[in-house]
């Protein structure tokens, strides 16, 4: 019986010591973000035509990229087009998100090492046979 206590209560220690370590040791690779870095992803600025020509390309452009940041457009069909910014000294990215013969909806990823900054589909552009 004593036998039987001793090898019960080495199982639950070494179980409590087990968890005690995975909780201890779970962050070790987790990335962090830089507090500024994550303020200028949020501040990312785009301009683009709301309404196009059918058929045309379309257009994003990112005011004052962030050096090492991948911007993704990401449409409401599942299509996703992306830039990595690895220049400095340019004031405008372009990123082309091809042919508009529908309405087509947008969200923006901004990706720059531990931080991400996402939207919801709040870019719309409009085919139109006249503008």
């Known amino acids: 019986m004593i036998q039987k206590l001793k090898n019960g209560t080495f199982k639950g220690?070494?179980?409590a010591l087990l968890t005690v370590l995975a909780l201890a040791t779970s962050g070790v690779y987790a990335q962090t973000c830089d507090p500024n870095t994550q303020k200028?992803?949020?501040e990312t600025h785009v301009s683009y035509f709301d309404k196009v020509t059918q058929g045309?390309?379309?257009t994003f452009t990112i005011k004052?990229?962030?050096q090492g940041t991948t911007y993704i457009f990401s449409d409401n069909l599942g299509a996703t087009y992306s830039y990595t910014y690895t220049a400095t000294g340019q004031d405008f990215v372009y990123i082309n998100v091809g042919a508009v013969n529908t309405t087509r909806r947008f969200a923006?990823?901004?990706i720059n090492g531990g931080c991400t900054?996402?939207?919801?589909f709040d870019y719309t552009i409009n085919p139109v046979t006249t503008l």
């Open 13 to 15: 220690l070494l179980i």
């Open 40 to 42: 200028a992803l949020k």
């Open 56 to 58: 045309a390309t379309a």
């Open 64 to 66: 004052y990229p962030l």
């Open 108 to 110: 923006l990823k901004a």
């Open 117 to 120: 900054y996402q939207t919801g």
